[in-house]
């Protein structure tokens, strides 16, 4: 391990007191939206979604950005960077302050939800990074959790489906899989 600057750490310092009065760290648990209904979500949609997660997450997991998708949401987050280093720590916020734009082309309540929780985990991560990793190194960092959240989540409504017992879907599992940091680049 690089010992890090004066600066980073003045930064780290800085950053940790707002991160401790702003908000208790959150999780996967406690994501504000309410778990649909079954009843109300298309399995040929929550099929379809969960197709195409799962090709992201296997092209990711290959080294390979996402191709032919579509953003369908977004957050905005705020984060601590020292510009020397490129050194950058997520500033957390607390829960009143999410909030996320969602294309209206996603209808179907479950996909709706799980698209939902990808961007809490977004929301919610609390991974250093550095701003001078290469961007499709970044992308993956910064995107493959939230996939892997989000099928996740897709998985449980279809399985709900197939065993015909209620979703599931807000389980905090989180997944596996957690690439390494860029942030000593």
């Given amino acids: 391990m690089t010992d890090l600057p ?25 994501f504000p939206e309410k778990v649909p209904a079954l009843s109300t979500c298309s399995q040929s949609e929550l099929q379809r979604a969960h197709a195409s997660v799962s090709r992201n997450i296997k092209d990711m997991r290959n080294g390979i950005m996402p191709s032919g998708t579509v953003v369908v949401a977004a957050i905005n987050r705020m984060n601590s960077c020292d510009p020397e ?31 939902i929780l990808h961007e ?13 990793s290469p961007d499709s190194e970044l992308s993956i960092f910064w995107e493959l959790l939230p996939y892997e959240r989000q099928e996740q989540c897709l998985r ?9 017992t209620p979703a599931a879907a807000k389980d905090s599992a989180k997944p ?7 942030a000593n680049k």
């Fill in 6 to 30: 004066a600066v980073t750490l003045l930064l780290v310092l800085l950053a940790l007191p707002a991160v401790a009065l702003g908000s208790p760290k959150l999780t996967s648990a406690d």
């Fill in 85 to 115: 280093t490129g050194f950058c720590i997520p500033l957390m916020q607390p829960k009143s302050e999410f909030s996320y734009t969602l294309s209206d082309s996603v209808k179907d309540p479950c996909v709706r939800y799980c698209a």
């Fill in 120 to 132: 809490w985990e977004h929301f919610i991560d609390e991974r250093p990074w550095s701003m001078k």
């Fill in 156 to 164: 449980k409504f279809v399985k709900a489906e197939s065993a015909n």
């Fill in 176 to 182: 596996a899989t957690q690439p390494a940091s860029p």
